[in-house]
């Protein structure tokens, strides 16, 4: 009977998960004993457990790799530095989400744990090296995020999102386990490792892993909200109260992509002919349908729901180049187009105050006569997600087109730049209602401190690394050739 023993040494490589699950429950029952008009605390206890847990990943960047719990888990430059950034966009969506939560009732203990535990699990995707692991890790993710958007339970729209989100989420989580077990049943092993050396020393079934392939390759579409598997975004992006939308838009991304990278890039190298013939068929649906459906919308949130499903498209571009360059490129998208997000959504959360939600386009009519500096802030988000110069969405676009362009998919990356420019449209449009325009009606802008200050600095932040982007590449760069 084989037995696992922990040491302190065995358990070392998971200490920010630990950590972090620990405080997540003490802040649970914590909770319990702290009246409604404290919950503020509890808010705070969160947002500092999500920072110390950022720095402890980020004091050992340039450590070696450490691999734990019989081969489950890996603690390597990669996965610490996007858990980094995935702690970091967690902890900023709280500070944005705090006053809306707070005008409407909603600033309690279930969103706040909830929250812990999906970053939880989304920090074990990100170091899984088994196929357990990513599943365990993508089911927590999953689980948390469908009782985030049913939080507003006399919401019917919430309601509506979170029935749907489940319903499809359960059939991906169903084709991605089933092609799991296929992949299991061509090569003997559950690890990843193994996994890629039985398919490079050709001992894996061909027939049964190219099967199990395309599941999983549909599973992992759907949590991208990759086109054909996309139908679910816009109607939870519109349909989720904004808190919910942003968490949901942020820093899943960043995981998602991590599992999709450990999946293919780590586990199935061996296919990646096929596995990238599927990518490049998913990327170009992706930005077809995402660029040109969502020039028809006036809800900003669902307009933000095709924009996302046309940066997954460029994401998958930087990914199914299959090289090195291409991993890399594709992490700095992700990284910076979560950073992109949280200020689009924060400038929602911004806008919003008590009886009224900003989220249809005319909102923004006539910002820059009520504040010339949201409106700049809002105009560089906008330029940056359609890939306008200097703001990082220009550079984030650039490297993986030239990543695409170097594999040797030189259609895709002509039809990638030509659905770019259709999707400049529906971004200039937002700054045009914000400079050319009449207000529709009153605009309120009363940040408070905190918010003014971080949605501040991230769009600063965006700009910053689109003039000095070479840090931020390098690390990734260093990432990638460190653990893949």
Sequence with gaps: MNTATFSLATLAP????????????AILVADLFVADRDKALTHWLAVGTLAGTAALCAATLGNPTGVTFQGMFVADHFSQVLKVAILGSVAATLVYSRPWLESKGLLRGEFISLSLFATLG????????????????????????????????????????AMKYFVLGALASGMLLYGLSMLYGATGSLELTRVAQSIAYSQANPTLAAMGLVFVVAGLAFKLGAVPFHMWVPDVYQGAYTPAALFIGAAPKIAAFAFVIRLLAQGLDGLSADWGLMLAILSAASLLVGNVVAIAQTNFKRMLAYSTISHMGFLLLGILAGTDNGYSSAMFYVITYALMTLAAFGMLLLLSRAGFDC???????????????WAFVMLVVMFSLAGIPPAVGFLGKLAVLQAALEAGWTALVVFAVLMSVIGAFYYLRVVKLM???????????????????????????????????????DLCARAVAASL
């Design 14 to 25: 998971a200490v920010p998960e630990i950590v972090l699950l620990a405080a997540a429950c």
């Design 435 to 473: 400079y050319m325009d009449e207000p529709v009606r009153e605009i309120s802008v009363e940040p408070r401190g905190d918010s003014r200050v971080l949605l501040s600095a991230n769009a600063l932040a965006v700009l910053a690394l689109g003039i000095v982007p070479g840090p931020l590449m």
């Design 122 to 161: 989304m920090m074990v995707m990100v170091s899984a090296n088994h196929f357990l692991t990513l599943y365990l890790g993508l089911e927590l993710l999953a689980l948390s995020l469908y009782a985030l958007v049913a939080l507003q339970r006399d919401s019917v729209a919430a309601t509506e999102a």
């Design 359 to 373: 989220e249809n386009l005319e909102d923004f009519k006539g910002l820059n006569q009520r504040s010339k500096w």
